[in-house]
């Protein structure tokens, strides 16, 4: 059996008010709900995940840049830096490892300025739309991605 693997999750600003925060876009689950369900899954594929959450732009790429030889991908809400962000968008491509983007609410059924990802052409997929199960999508996504690499 092979090293286990390791995932970086990624929150951006203001998903640490899940549960309060719009729960009708957002749902009720917190935080704490998604990082536990996470990790649990995580541990179910053999996959250690790292939960981490800042509403600092700048705090979330020193997270993206340390990645580097410690974890295998990255699965990242970056919540409105979405839309906004070349530096983590840099970020992303600074280190090569395959990332998730994933959103909650569909960013393409609300307003227009949300429709533009800074992050989606240098991501592996994009998970939209489909509140805390689409984390879970994300896990298996990413999981798939990283066993077929090894297999090429």
């Not at 070349?86 to 909650?104: C, N, T, Y």
């Amino acid at each position: 059996m092979g090293e286990e693997k390791k995932i970086l999750l990624v929150h951006g600003p203001n998903l640490n008010m899940l549960g309060k925060r719009e729960p009708a876009i957002y749902g009720a689950e917190t935080l704490d709900d998604v990082n536990r369900q996470m990790t649990d899954a995580g541990k179910q594929r053999g996959i250690a995940i790292t939960p981490f959450q800042s509403n600092h732009e700048g705090a979330i790429i020193d997270k993206i840049q340390a990645c580097f030889g410690t974890f295998q991908g990255i699965i990242i809400n970056p919540g409105a830096y979405t839309h906004t962000s070349i530096g983590i968008r840099d970020a992303i491509l600074s280190i090569s490892l395959p990332v998730v983007e994933i959103h909650l609410s569909n960013i393409y059924k609300r307003e227009p300025f949300r429709h533009k990802s800074m992050i989606a052409d240098v991501a592996v997929g994009q998970i939209s739309g489909f509140g805390v199960y689409g984390y879970l999508l994300a896990l298996d996504a990413l999981t798939h991605h990283l066993n077929a690499s090894v297999k090429n």
